[in-house]
């Protein structure tokens, strides 16, 4: 197996974000709806993307609901949105090393960007494929960046910080890589689905593609 590509999940794989996702979510639910989120409840709505999510909790204005969310969204980020140190170098050493880059994530394209920007790693990756209003779409999203790239699914691999993302990559027929290196992800939980492998932290993943590669050399 020689890796040629790799692809990310956004929230809590790239960045520390999931925090600045659930201020705004619940600030514009309880201007629109009347109701306080619990973190908990929020993240349990996660499968759509936000244009889905929140026209189905608030029918009547729910477009403006929504560009309430993303002007809130877009103002959380300085404050609860944190990079994961090292990740830019990271990045930049896996194109060193001849990696393809992309992003699956189950986030809207609008909502998607914002982060991307914040972090300064919008211009480490060639594709990004944003979620649907309709639901999770991550193993049909992976398949649109194997077809763009014409990489086979076996040469790539898909790193995510949740159990659905290692059931969207073997859906995919990709390598699934847990992401643990953030106190939000429990490892075991990523570790008993059996990834090959779970890494405690970025450093940890990187020896690991180079020892692939090195490894497919000899």
Known sequence: MRLQGIIFDLDGTLGDTLPACFVPFRRAMKDFSAREYPNDEIAGLFGPSAEGIIPRRVPDGWEACLRAY??????????????????KEALLRL?????????VTGKGPHSADLP???????DSFEVMEPGSPEGSV??????RVLARWGTAPHQVAYVGDAPSDMEAAREAGVIPLGAAWLPTTTARVLQAMSPAPTFLTLQDFIRWVEATLDHTRH
């Open 70 to 87: 993303l002007a809130a969204y877009r103002e959380s980020l300085p404050e609860h949105a944190r990079p994961i140190p090292g990740m």
């Open 138 to 143: 991550k193993p049909a999203a992976i398949r």
């Open 95 to 103: 194109r060193t090393l001849g990696m393809k880059l992309a992003i």
């Open 116 to 122: 991307l920007k914040h972090l300064d790693l919008a």
